[in-house]
């Protein structure tokens, strides 16, 4: 297998020696494919209406959400100062950590 490989090599700086054009890889063409043709909007799909009981739904929990105060501060569990690093904050020793 170690033969295979400098001769590969061989190959491809002769080929780029001899002037001869490299192609372009793939990806570029792909990737530039996929960019226009969310540019250009030709396949998106058309839109669908929402129902009168779902739009309500939607807009009053909309509504809700300007219902509570946004707090100061969200709080936190990390402890800053020491620099010691402990392994048990208050929320993860206490089991009520949101996962």
């Known amino acids: 297998m170690a ?4 001769a590969a090599h061989a190959q491809g700086t002769d080929v780029q020696a001899s002037g001869a054009p490299v192609p372009d890889s793939e990806v570029g063409h792909a990737t ?4 226009e043709l ?4 030709t396949q998106a ?7 009168g009981a779902e739009a309500g ?3 009053r929990r909309y509504m809700k ?4 105060e946004i707090p100061a501060s969200f709080g936190s569990t990390i402890q800053t100062g020491s620099g010691q690093g402990s392994a048990g904050g208050s929320a993860s020793s206490s089991g009520s950590g949101a996962y």
């Open 3 to 6: 033969l295979v490989v400098p």
């Open 32 to 35: 530039q494919a996929w960019l």
């Open 38 to 41: 969310q540019r250009s909007n």
């Open 45 to 51: 799909a058309p839109a669908l209406p929402m129902l």
């Open 57 to 59: 739904y939607a807009y």
């Open 65 to 68: 959400s300007f219902d509570t």
